[in-house]
């Protein structure tokens, strides 16, 4: 089945570093790919859709300047968090879907655990 | 706007006994999918089960399987003959046709007692 790679699975590091999160679709093309944030015990909140070739598409009350998307080629799309606080501190899961059809289901990564000291 | 509501924070159910999570969705679409996910404490995402909305009969996969009542905008999932390994936060999403992302429900945890 469709294998979506995500790297690093937890990172830790000191407040004002970037932090930079890959998601690979390993035997699939991926045209679009999703980032969503989890909170402890909370649900996944969709931060921003990335579209190869094109600027990604950010929800309401994300910040463009603070996580940076980008997705070069059809496997592989990078979050940026930078200048990273501790309120950045989440668990952040990429997610990828072969073509467009209404019934292709979303397939994830095992997700990146964001630690910021 | 499209809404994923699944009532029920939290469930329990007895190893080998049935439970069913509630789901309910709001959408003027006519033509989309919805799914039930799994998380178990790894995090990882894992799909369960999937229904396409033109399609009268229920979905199944082995010990899950769902009920879907279109006209009331309900989609519950029913997991049969419940294992240890069930216990997980279950996730009901929804997603219309076009490039478009899984709209989730905030999640019902459920525990599977020994």
């Known amino acids: 089945g469709a294998v979506v790679s995500q790297h690093p699975s937890w990172v830790i590091c000191k407040s004002g570093t970037s932090v930079k999160i890959e998601c690979r679709s390993l035997d699939f093309q991926a045209t679009t790919m999703f980032w969503y944030r989890q909170f402890p015990k909370q649900s996944l909140m969709l931060m921003a859709t990335s579209n190869e070739g094109s600027k990604a598409t950010y929800e309401q009350g994300v910040e463009k300047d603070k996580f940076l998307i980008n997705h070069a080629s059809l496997t592989l799309s990078t979050l940026t968090v930078t200048s990273a606080h501790p309120e950045d501190s989440s668990f952040y899961i990429c997610?990828?879907?072969?073509?467009?059809?209404?019934?292709?289901?979303?397939?994830f990564g095992d997700g990146t655990r964001l630690s910021i000291l | 706007a499209q809404t994923v509501t699944q009532s029920q924070p939290e469930m329990s159910v007895q190893e080998a006994e049935t439970v069913t999570l509630s789901c309910t969705y709001d959408?003027?679409?006519?033509?989309?999918?919805l799914f039930w996910y799994k998380q178990p404490p790894s995090r990882q995402m894992i799909l369960v089960i999937r229904?396409?909305?033109?399609?009268?009969q229920n979905a199944t996969e082995n010990r899950f399987s769902v009920n879907f009542q279109k006209a009331a905008k309900s989609f519950s999932l029913k997991i049969s003959d419940s294992q240890l390994g069930d216990a997980a936060m279950y996730f009901c999403?929804?997603?219309?046709?076009?490039?478009?992302?899984?709209?989730f429900g905030k999640g019902t945890r459920l525990s599977v007692i020994a």
């Open positions: 999403a929804y997603r219309v046709s076009g490039n478009t992302p899984l709209v």
């Open positions: 959408t003027s679409e006519s033509d989309y999918y």
């Open positions: 229904q396409e909305a033109y399609k009268q």
């Open positions: 997610s990828a879907r072969v073509g467009r059809g209404v019934g292709q289901p979303q397939h």
